[in-house]
């Protein structure tokens, strides 16, 4: 559901950031102040909220999330080590990105096809209606629901699409990768546990024992 609910949102600011001549705005007037619906900010919408449900089964069947603990350690304690550790991490990281890159990209070109298919079969009809419920209390809006008889997409719009999707794909995969491998590192403070520091040792490891997270029981 939080994919769905940031590519909404990511779609809204996206839209709102576009200028008044980009033929973005949810109202248009054609003649005089007879509002019309604006259906390309519609699939635009919808668009994102198809391809964050695609990036959740996605997820959902790489568990993309997972944490490979124990597999990743430094061999000895100590302040040099543990930034040598960080360094190569964060190697790692960038050794990740051209992976990333192409993934971006082929998801977000699926998610066009997809929404080009989708939005106008199974989507737009209802969503038409629905929008037109919502806008005409607000808005001179005609009183029938009538489709427009052109599609909602041009190629314009579909290559703004995949931009758009290209940069939230990249956030979403980044912050998948940097938690699967920045959060698996030794919970150490040169050379010794976090929790040597702490006026009760003892305490915070029963603590972390009886956390419900099994990344924290694990490491204690």
């Given at each position: 559901m939080s994919y769905i609910f940031s590519g909404w949102l990511f779609s809204q600011v996206y839209l709102w950031s576009y200028?008044?001549?980009?033929?973005?705005?949810?109202?248009?007037?054609?003649s005089g102040d007879r509002?019309?619906?604006?259906?390309?900010?519609?699939?635009?919408?919808?668009?994102?909220?198809?391809?964050?449900?695609?990036?959740?089964?996605i997820h959902l069947v790489n568990d993309n999330d997972r944490l490979s603990l124990g597999v990743a350690k430094p061999r000895d304690g100590g302040k040099t080590q543990d930034g040598k550790y960080a360094a190569s991490q964060f190697k790692r990281f960038m050794?990740?990105?051209?992976?990333?890159?192409?993934?971006?990209?082929?998801?977000?070109?699926?998610?066009?096809?997809?929404?080009?298919f989708i939005y106008p079969l199974f989507l737009r009809g209802l969503v038409?209606?629905?929008?037109?419920?919502?806008?005409?209390?607000?808005?001179?809006?005609?009183?029938?629901?009538?489709?427009?008889?052109?599609?909602?997409?041009?190629?314009?719009?579909?290559?703004?699409?995949?931009?758009a999707s290209f940069l939230l794909s990249v956030l979403w995969l980044a912050g998948n990768i940097a938690f699967s491998i920045f959060l698996v590192r030794e919970p150490l403070k040169n050379g010794k546990p976090l929790t040597s520091e702490s006026k009760d040792p003892n305490?915070?490891?029963?603590?972390?024992?009886?956390?419900k997270k099994l990344s924290i029981r694990v490491r204690i």
């Open positions: 200028s008044a001549d980009s033929s973005l705005d949810w109202i248009t007037y054609y509002a019309r619906l604006n259906e390309r900010p519609l699939f635009f919408t919808y668009h994102f909220i198809i391809f964050g449900a695609t990036q959740a089964l050794d990740e990105i051209p992976v990333m890159l192409i993934s971006a990209g082929t998801l977000s070109l699926a998610a066009v096809v997809l929404s080009i038409w209606r629905s929008a037109m419920v919502f806008l005409r209390p607000f808005y001179n809006l005609p009183k029938t629901n009538i489709l427009p008889s052109s599609l909602p997409f041009n190629w314009w719009l579909l290559v703004q699409c995949f931009f305490g915070s490891l029963l603590n972390g024992l009886k956390s």
